[in-house]
């Protein structure tokens, strides 16, 4: 994940944790990739990169600060350093700044753009401010249809706050509303200062040590409570299973039927261990974690080492293992570790029942929301491992499975609809 920009953002959104992350950074700073940095990134990236397809993923702040032209850049150095790889490109952005430009760029180059948008004006105004205070809704609206004008493969990353999981179906609605079919929906917790944030004069708190019993619990009011989160995916799952499995895609819920068919959830936060997913900044400095940029989590910087020195350093590598090696005797005993295996490390500041450290914030709305989809995840699997769409289980397969499993009866087989006739004179036909 590359920050070009730095923490810098042409809005002051009141949940932001990475806003105040200038004052890890000298006074000053210009907060812009050089275009030595950027050429050292691409070139070092490319020759880490083992594989036929390369992706780059440009976050920030807000990255459209940087300007189209450093982008273009960007391009042409991935086309010179790629050896003829297919290179894909994500971005992140708030979309204030989006235009034709931006449109005609993102779709000629077939950049993926995430598009920051927490709902209906209200909601997203609530918190999405720019520097005067006011929301940015019209103009990330605005946004959304300049995608939809040029092409452009978009999802939306929506903020999940205390006030959500009342709020889950309008959200739903909303954005499906608006034609998007790719949705991604990330909880707020941020937790007032510690002793370790203010002795770097940061506001809010730095991740836990996962084996310390010292971590503050004391949250900030926009931050979703504990069952909060579980409440608000359960009610948005809820509307998306009655008609729109196959139609729109909610990352988290296609991790979770990832697990219940049996495999590792390729989604950081919920996989067994992390440590790859990085993140860099606009200097070079590369650091454990997004949510880890805080100088004990310094790894190196690209200009000085190569990726591979740094992400595979032993203080990187325990980092991610840390992430199982610390899991909870309380965590190991449940029955959904194979679909959290502990969330992400940041969220792991709360103690268990029998006071061992370690515990996720959000576990009880996980243990609210896994059981709650449990049912439908399991005729799902058992779809997708017959060989049919997991959009069956809306039921509309559901009147004639001979037909939707197809070559899985054979011809001359007794139809599996019960009518007691073969296949190939029943729904075979």
């Excluded at 709902?119 to 019209?138: A, L, M, T």
């Excluded at 990187?316 to 992430?323: C, E, L, S």
């Excluded at 502990?342 to 576990?363: I, M, V």
Aim: hydrophobic letters at 35%.
């Amino acid at each position: 994940m590359t920050k070009p920009i730095g923490p810098l953002c042409n809005l002051d959104c009141t949940y932001c944790f990475y806003l105040e992350k200038e004052k890890l950074f000298p006074e000053n700073e210009p907060y812009r990739m050089s275009d030595a940095v950027l050429e050292t990134y691409i070139r070092k990236y490319c020759q880490s990169q083992h594989t036929p397809e390369i992706t780059f993923a440009w976050q920030g702040g807000e990255p459209t600060l940087m300007g189209l032209d450093f982008f273009r850049k960007a391009v042409a150095l991935q086309r010179r350093y790629a050896g003829g790889r297919r290179v894909h490109n994500s971005f992140q952005t708030n979309g204030v700044n989006l235009d034709d430009d931006w449109g005609r760029f993102f779709a000629r180059e077939g950049f993926l753009v995430g598009l920051s948008l927490d709902g209906p004006e209200k909601i997203h105004n609530r918190y999405r401010v720019d520097k005067g205070g006011k929301g940015s809704f019209e103009k990330v609206l605005g946004a959304l249809e300049l995608l939809k004008k040029w092409r452009v493969e978009f999802n939306t990353l929506t903020c999940v706050t205390r006030q959500s999981p009342d709020e889950a179906v309008e959200i739903y609605r909303f954005l499906k509303s608006r034609d998007v079919q790719f949705m991604q929906f990330i909880p707020i917790v941020e937790r007032e200062g510690d002793r370790a944030a203010h002795e770097i004069g940061l506001h809010l708190a730095v991740p836990p040590d996962l084996k310390s019993n010292e971590n503050t619990d004391r949250m900030m009011p926009w931050s979703v409570s504990q069952e909060g989160f579980g409440l608000f995916l359960s009610r948005v799952f809820d509307e998306w299973i009655k008609a729109d499995v196959g139609k729109i895609f909610v990352n988290i819920f296609d991790v979770a039927l990832s697990a219940w068919c049996g495999l590792e959830p390729n989604l950081c936060t919920f996989a067994r261990t992390c440590g790859t997913a990085v993140a860099m900044e606009h200097d070079g400095g590369l650091y454990s974690c997004d949510h880890y940029v805080y100088p004990s989590h310094f790894l190196g910087n690209v200009t000085e080492l190569t990726l591979e020195e740094m992400i595979y350093s032993n203080g990187q590598v325990k980092f991610g293992q840390d992430k199982w090696d610390a899991l909870p005797k309380y965590c190991r005993e449940c029955d959904f570790l194979f679909a959290c295996n502990g969330e992400c490390p940041k969220h792991r500041f709360l103690n268990t029942p029998d006071g061992e450290p370690g515990l996720n914030y959000l576990c009880a709305g996980y243990k609210t929301f896994f059981k709650h989809i449990d049912p439908k995840m399991r005729e799902m699997a058992e779809l997708v491992k017959a060989g049919r769409p997991a959009a069956d289980v809306m039921g509309k397969a559901s009147k004639n499975p001979a037909a939707a499993v197809g070559g899985k009866t054979g011809r001359n087989e007794t139809c599996p609809c019960g009518s007691g006739k073969k296949f190939k004179k029943c729904c075979g036909k």
